[in-house]
């Protein structure tokens, strides 16, 4: 096969197989497949990862992120009727 007919698809399966190279070279024979299938696998699902990411920053947020984020809103919940004007009830 030659590097010209490959697109850019190919051309980078083959830059992440090269950086598996010490990976696959240490497996047998017996299980090469499953190891470069599992690589693929994985590979396809950390692209995917990338795009939603990218589509929506905050799919990237940490628990630790997402807690805070939590706590915030409830303290919000507990201040705004506080600061909300009361109806007028003529009383005044």
């Known amino acids: 096969m030659r590097a010209s007919r490959l697109g850019a698809t190919e051309l980078a399966i083959f830059k992440i197989m090269r950086s ?5 070279q240490s497996t ?3 299980n090469l497949d499953a190891c ?3 690589t693929i696998a994985r590979e396809a699902r950390l692209a995917w990862k990338m ?3 990218a589509d929506d920053p ?3 947020l940490d628990a630790n992120e997402i807690n805070t984020k939590i706590n915030s809103l409830a303290l919000a919940d507990t ?3 506080a600061l ?3 109806p007028f009830d ?3």
């Open 20 to 24: 598996k190279e010490a990976e696959l």
């Open 28 to 30: 047998g024979a017996a």
């Open 36 to 38: 470069v299938r599992r």
């Open 51 to 53: 795009r939603i990411e």
């Open 58 to 60: 905050l799919v990237r």
């Open 79 to 81: 201040d705004i009727p």
């Open 84 to 86: 909300q004007p009361r």
């Open 90 to 92: 003529g009383r005044h």
